[in-house]
């Protein structure tokens, strides 16, 4: 008999190697709203608030009806630019693990996405870049997970986050609108065989009896960082082995 919300302990496995992305929940920011290890890109060789800005003001939050599933803040990425992180190095070809919660409801057209860009020990890109997820225009916030297999060759990824539309046949950009993100990760998850699904970490102990977020840096500038892992329990009457 299927219960929803059962996963079998017997019949899960851990998948997935760490690649440390710095800032993931953007709750690090400047006055401005730069977050903290986010760069434009090759687009431009500076920043600015019109290509991508973290929000973490509550009233900017209630204009778009929203608020952060992680934390106190979230990315907004604008029109047709993107935000991605320096070079983060990896450990073969995997499989990883990467996740994200999307939001498109200003995005008047076009998707959000998230991807992933290969290079080699030279820093030479590897490949096409591909989309590990994306998000149609015009949804509330979900969460995504998708499990991805590297280059042989690989020895570092760049991952890119924004919104994208493109006519059949064309190369230009046309998306519309901004797309928010938020708790941009890539960790082992569990994989499970009934239903099959991957199940990422979560915050299993804050850093503080009031934090938001599992890692911040707190207004002294210390970094915090609680506890990530797994929520599995005895399912009741249904033997030792089985779990929710």
Same mark, same amino acid.
């Given at each position: 008999?299927?219960?929803?919300? #059962?996963? $079998?302990?017997?019949?899960m496995e851990q998948r997935g190697t760490s690649v440390?992305?710095?800032?993931?929940?953007?709750?690090?920011?400047?006055?401005?709203?730069? $977050?903290?290890?986010?760069?434009?890109?090759?687009?431009?060789?500076?920043?600015?608030?019109?290509?991508?800005?973290?929000?973490?003001?509550?009233?900017?939050?209630?204009?778009?009806?929203?608020?952060?599933?992680?934390?106190?803040?979230?990315?907004?990425?604008?029109?047709?630019?993107?935000?991605?992180?320096?070079?983060?190095?990896?450990?073969?070809?995997? $499989?990883?693990?990467?996740?994200?919660?999307?939001?498109?409801?200003?995005?008047?057209?076009?998707?959000?996405?998230?991807?992933?860009?290969?290079?080699?020990?030279?820093?030479?890109?590897?490949?096409?870049?591909?989309?590990?997820?994306?998000? !149609?225009?015009?949804?509330?916030?979900?969460?995504?997970?998708?499990?991805?297999?590297?280059? $042989?060759?690989?020895?570092?990824?760049?991952? /890119?986050?924004?919104?994208?539309?493109?006519? !059949?046949?064309?190369?230009?950009?046309?998306?519309?609108?901004?797309?928010? #993100?938020?708790?941009?990760?890539?960790?082992?998850?569990?994989?499970?065989?009934?239903?099959?699904?991957?199940?990422?970490?979560?915050?299993?102990?804050?850093?503080?009896?009031?934090? #938001?977020?599992?890692?911040?840096?707190?207004?002294?500038?210390?970094?915090?960082?609680?506890?990530?892992?797994?929520?599995?329990?005895?399912? !009741?009457? /249904?033997?030792?082995?089985?779990?929710?």
């Open positions: 008999k299927k219960i929803e919300g #059962l996963l $079998p302990f017997s019949r440390m992305i710095q800032n993931p929940s953007f709750e690090q920011f400047s006055a401005s709203g730069r $977050p903290a290890n986010w760069l434009p890109g090759s687009y431009s060789s500076f920043w600015a608030p019109g290509f991508f800005r973290v929000i973490a003001d509550p009233l900017e939050m209630q204009k778009r009806a929203t608020s952060a599933p992680d934390g106190k803040a979230f990315l907004e990425v604008r029109r047709t630019t993107h935000a991605e992180t320096p070079y983060l190095e990896t450990f073969g070809e995997g $499989p990883y693990v990467i996740s994200a919660s999307m939001n498109t409801l200003g995005l008047e057209k076009g998707y959000g996405y998230v991807s992933v860009f290969q290079f080699d020990a030279q820093r030479n890109p590897l490949a096409t870049p591909f989309d590990a997820m994306s998000l !149609p225009a015009g949804l509330d916030w979900q969460f995504k997970v998708a499990s991805i297999t590297l280059n $042989p060759a690989v020895r570092f990824i760049k991952v /890119h986050v924004g919104g994208f539309f493109a006519p !059949p046949g064309s190369t230009i950009n046309e998306a519309r609108g901004s797309v928010l #993100l938020d708790n941009v990760r890539m960790e082992p998850a569990l994989r499970t065989q009934l239903p099959q699904s991957l199940v990422p970490k979560s915050c299993r102990l804050f850093p503080q009896e009031d934090a #938001l977020s599992c890692e911040y840096q707190d207004a002294s500038g210390l970094r915090q960082r609680g506890l990530y892992g797994y929520c599995l329990e005895p399912y !009741p009457n /249904h033997g030792s082995d089985r779990t929710y």
